[in-house]
């Protein structure tokens, strides 16, 4: 069983900087795609970013491409997504998700319906 553990959410002033975390105790994350979806109220999931197994490509929604980082640490088992110059457009639930994935778009990387494990979700909310 693939336990995802997100960590970093918060209330943050529009224009700031935020640092989420997606965690997991498995052997061999790496082996995994890990992306980040994120959900506002009345809305369908997006996904935001992803990062592939083994060579590490990055993904990313057009709408969040230059703000948002997302960075593997191997030695932790964790995936991070660097957020920055956050608008109130970006609040929302933020779930990580893990799968075993072989495809090469980021449409595919970004389509939660391609992943079987999912993280709780981490609040985040942008507002003065």
């Known amino acids: 069983q693939v336990q995802l553990v997100e960590s970093g959410g918060g209330l943050v002033q529009p224009g700031g900087p935020l640092r989420l975390s997606c965690a997991s105790s498995?052997?061999?994350?790496?082996?995994?795609?890990v992306a980040w979806f994120r959900q506002a109220p009345g809305k369908e999931r997006e996904g935001v970013s992803a990062?592939?197994?083994?060579?590490?490509?990055?993904f990313y929604a057009r709408s969040v491409k230059d703000r948002f980082t997302i960075v593997r640490d191997k030695a932790d088992n964790t995936v991070y997504l660097q957020i920055n110059s956050l608008k109130p457009e970006d609040s929302g639930m933020y779930y990580c998700a893990a799968d075993r994935l072989m495809g090469v778009s980021a449409e595919y990387y970004l389509s939660p319906a391609n992943y079987d494990h999912w993280g709780q979700g981490t609040q985040v909310t942008v507002s003065s």
């Open positions: 990062i592939s197994a083994h060579e590490g490509r990055t």
């Open positions: 498995v052997p061999y994350f790496d082996h995994y795609a």
